[in-house]
T-cell receptor
Framework: GENVEQHPSTLSVQEGDSAVIKCTYS??????FPWYKQELGKRPQLIID?????GEKKDQRIAVTLNKTAKHFSLHITETQPEDSAVYFCAAMDSSYKLIFGSGTRLLVRP | DSGVTQTPKHLITATGQRVTLRCSPRSGDLSVYWYQQSLDQGLQFLIQYYNGEERAKGNILERFSAQQFPDLHSELNLSSLELGDSALYFCASSGGDTIYFGEGSWLTVV
């Protein structure tokens, strides 16, 4: 089955700097890769996603890149703001439609 | 609001008891997923249903079971509860790839 590894587990950046979170997946048949943001005690919220036929996708300050050959994908947040502080999860949907999550990255944006 | 409704929001119960968590998916979504999130942990996939049928199974304990009814709502049944079952249980639904989460049901086993 699919296995998703995510790093770093914690990331602290200064406001205005960029943050990068990286994930790798194991199932080469996986074709959908969403990213979720979760604030403490709340539900995960989809912030961006990418499908296997696309290499990069951008939405304002957030971008995701996908390298199918290397089986890794990354989340890039530019011009970080304190409200970006949260836990971010990557995920991969495998060939049996299971959405498997990485272990999460706790992002702290220092004002 | 994601459109996915979960009840109850909070539940406290004793060890050995049985509880049922309920989920109503977004209108039109055929897929329902259940996830478990223990304190400060990641999202563990439990099970997925599609249009009433089990579609994928994760690390769901034998003490846990789920089903999806003809009206597409789903229930997760947790029995013989242990302290370690205390967690936030999320239901999610999708009509395609994009998966939307409900607010979760907080289960505390004492």
């Amino acid at each position: 089955g699919e296995n998703v590894e995510q790093h770093p587990s914690t990331l602290s950046v200064q406001e205005g700097d960029s943050a990068v979170i990286k994930c790798t997946y194991s199932d080469s048949a996986s074709n959908y890769f969403p990213w979720y943001k979760q604030e403490l005690g709340k539900r995960p919220q989809l912030i961006i996603d990418i499908r296997s036929n696309v290499g990069e996708k951008k939405d304002q300050r957030i971008a995701v890149t996908l390298n199918k050959t290397a089986k890794h994908f990354s989340l890039h947040i530019t011009e970080t703001q304190p409200e970006d502080s949260a836990v971010y999860f990557c995920a991969a949907m495998d060939s049996s439609y299971k959405l498997i999550f990485g272990s999460g990255t706790r992002l702290l944006v220092r004002p | 609001d994601s459109g996915v409704t979960q009840t109850p929001k909070h539940l406290i119960t004793a060890t050995g008891q049985r509880v049922t968590l309920r989920c109503s998916p977004r209108s039109g979504d055929l897929s329902v997923y259940w996830y478990q999130q223990s304190l400060d942990q990641g999202l563990q996939f439990l099970i997925q249903y599609y249009n009433g049928e089990e579609r994928a199974k994760g690390n769901i304990l034998e003490r846990f079971s789920a089903q999806q009814f003809p009206d597409l709502h789903s229930e997760l049944n947790l029995s013989s509860l242990e302290l370690g079952d205390s967690a936030l249980y999320f239901c999610a639904s999708s009509g395609g790839d994009t998966i939307y989460f409900g607010e979760g049901s907080w289960l505390t086993v004492v």
